[in-house]
């Protein structure tokens, strides 16, 4: 177990990564509704963000349109940014993506972020079907997009002859790394970065220095800024919170291999068994992995505080583990006790959908 430490950073200064998890026989309401209950808890708590990721064709995950999703969870918040955590640049044309931020930064100004990544993984007739680009053509797509939002700004030209629709301010523009080559590709366009730690962290240490050592405060950030992703459990004991990961593990072990022509009711008769020997050996290996963090309160604040130490990140984005929208606002509730006294207890009140200024 880690040592104690004094937490590196303050709660506002972690952020939320959610997929809209939907188990079988979940409606789609019913998994927005989860994941809109996750965001206001995060907004009370304080945390700084609350990011959905893009992910096509996986089972479990219901977070295939970004930018419809931080439409939802800004009307039902009314503090925290909302965001992409993030667009795939290789899945959509940039001017669709510029176009459909600076219009959800019109509406909610202040509140909007823009994180874009690179797609992989995807299973060929997925691909097809989404018309991507090869990981290759990120950059030049990455370039083409923060062209038309800087189009947005007053006395700008438009880029070419194409103009960016309901121009304003642009939202910010943050990268989505997994290896080094992505952090640099951020840090010569001077761009804040996240690390994905929680699905691939060996590159992480090697994407830290790429990030620093190839940063040009050229673009919208006059000096670096990196924040770190890590997935995580929290409970009221050690064994809670292992308990709650192994579950975790044995659903989305579960809907990662079945048949691909499973009914909904053949999934659902799936999960329903215990959890087996080799799915414990599983959980036991990726609770050694250090892009997870589990356990108690106090060892999931130490754990973070060294995780921020280690990186020297600026920011820490909590991927909470569980599929039940209850058990993510539990862990969020958890670690925000330990990184502060201060929880925010006025009542909600719901924005206007559109700003008035």
Same mark, same amino acid.
């Given at each position: 177990?880690?040592?104690?430490?004094?937490?590196?950073?303050?709660?506002?200064?972690?952020?939320?990564?959610?997929?809209? &998890?939907?188990?079988?026989?979940?409606?789609?309401?019913?998994?927005?509704?989860?994941?809109?209950?996750?965001?206001?808890?995060?907004?009370?708590?304080?945390?700084?963000?609350?990011?959905?990721?893009?992910?096509?064709?996986?089972?479990?995950?219901?977070?295939?349109?970004?930018?419809?999703? =931080?439409?939802?969870?800004?009307?039902?918040?009314?503090?925290?940014?909302?965001?992409?955590?993030?667009?795939?640049?290789?899945?959509?044309?940039?001017?669709?993506?510029?176009?459909?931020?600076?219009?959800?930064?019109?509406?909610?100004?202040?509140?909007?972020? +823009?994180?874009?990544?690179?797609?992989?993984?995807?299973?060929?007739?997925?691909?097809?079907?989404?018309?991507?680009?090869?990981r290759?053509?990120?950059?030049?797509?990455?370039?083409?997009?923060?062209?038309?939002?800087?189009?947005?700004?007053?006395?700008?030209?438009?880029?070419?002859?194409?103009?960016?629709?309901?121009?304003?301010?642009?939202?910010?523009?943050?990268?989505?790394?997994?290896?080094?080559?992505?952090?640099?590709?951020?840090?010569?366009?001077?761009?804040?970065?996240?690390?994905?730690?929680?699905?691939?962290?060996?590159?992480?240490?090697?994407?830290?220095?790429?990030?620093?050592?190839?940063?040009?405060?050229?673009?919208?950030t006059?000096?670096?800024?990196?924040?770190?992703t890590?997935?995580?459990?929290?409970?009221?004991s050690e064994?809670?919170?292992?308990?709650?990961?192994?579950?975790?593990?044995?659903?989305?072990?579960?809907?990662?291999?079945?048949?691909?022509? =499973?009914? &909904?009711?053949?999934?659902?008769?799936?999960?329903?068994?215990?959890?087996?020997?080799?799915?414990?050996?599983r959980?036991?290996? +990726?609770?050694?992995?250090?892009?997870?963090?589990?356990?108690?309160?106090?060892?999931?604040?130490?754990?973070?505080?060294?995780?921020?130490?280690?990186?020297?990140?600026?920011?820490?984005?909590?991927?909470?583990?569980?599929?039940?929208?209850?058990?993510?606002?539990?862990i969020?509730?958890?670690?925000?006790?330990?990184?502060?006294k201060?929880?925010?207890?006025?009542?909600?009140?719901?924005?206007?959908?559109?700003?008035?200024?």
């Open positions: 177990m880690l040592a104690p430490v004094t937490p590196g950073l303050p709660v506002s200064a972690h952020s939320v990564l959610d997929v809209v &998890p939907q188990l079988p026989g979940q409606s789609a309401a019913a998994a927005l509704r989860e994941t809109a209950e996750v965001a206001q808890a995060a907004d009370d708590l304080g945390y700084r963000r609350f990011w959905v990721g893009e992910q096509h064709g996986v089972r479990g995950v219901g977070s295939a349109a970004p930018a419809v999703l =931080a439409a939802v969870l800004a009307a039902r918040t009314d503090r925290i940014r909302l965001g992409a955590g993030g667009v795939l640049l290789t899945n959509h044309q940039p001017l669709v993506v510029a176009e459909q931020f600076a219009a959800l930064a019109a509406a909610y100004p202040s509140r909007i972020d +823009l994180g874009v990544g690179q797609q992989y993984g995807l299973v060929p007739s997925t691909a097809a079907a989404l018309g991507g680009s090869a290759d053509a990120f950059p030049q797509r990455l370039d083409e997009l923060c062209g038309f939002l800087r189009d947005g700004l007053p006395g700008r030209a438009p880029v070419g002859d194409v103009r960016l629709s309901l121009a304003g301010l642009p939202p910010p523009v943050f990268v989505l790394a997994d290896h080094p080559g992505a952090a640099a590709t951020a840090a010569v366009r001077g761009l804040p970065v996240f690390l994905a730690h929680h699905s691939t962290a060996s590159p992480t240490p090697a994407a830290v220095a790429a990030y620093r050592d190839h940063f040009e405060a050229s673009g919208p006059v000096k670096p800024y990196m924040a770190v890590v997935g995580v459990v929290a409970a009221d064994e809670s919170a292992i308990i709650r990961f192994a579950d975790y593990v044995r659903v989305k072990t579960r809907l990662a291999t079945a048949s691909p022509r =499973a009914t &909904p009711a053949e999934l659902m008769a799936l999960l329903d068994p215990p959890l087996t020997g080799r799915e414990r050996g959980a036991e290996r +990726l609770l050694d992995e250090p892009g997870h963090i589990v356990g108690s309160r106090a060892t999931v604040v130490s754990a973070l505080g060294t995780l921020a130490a280690e990186t020297g990140a600026d920011e820490i984005m909590l991927v909470p583990l569980a599929f039940d929208g209850l058990v993510r606002s539990a969020l509730r958890t670690i925000a006790a330990g990184l502060t201060s929880v925010r207890t006025v009542p909600r009140h719901a924005p206007p959908l559109i700003a008035t200024a």
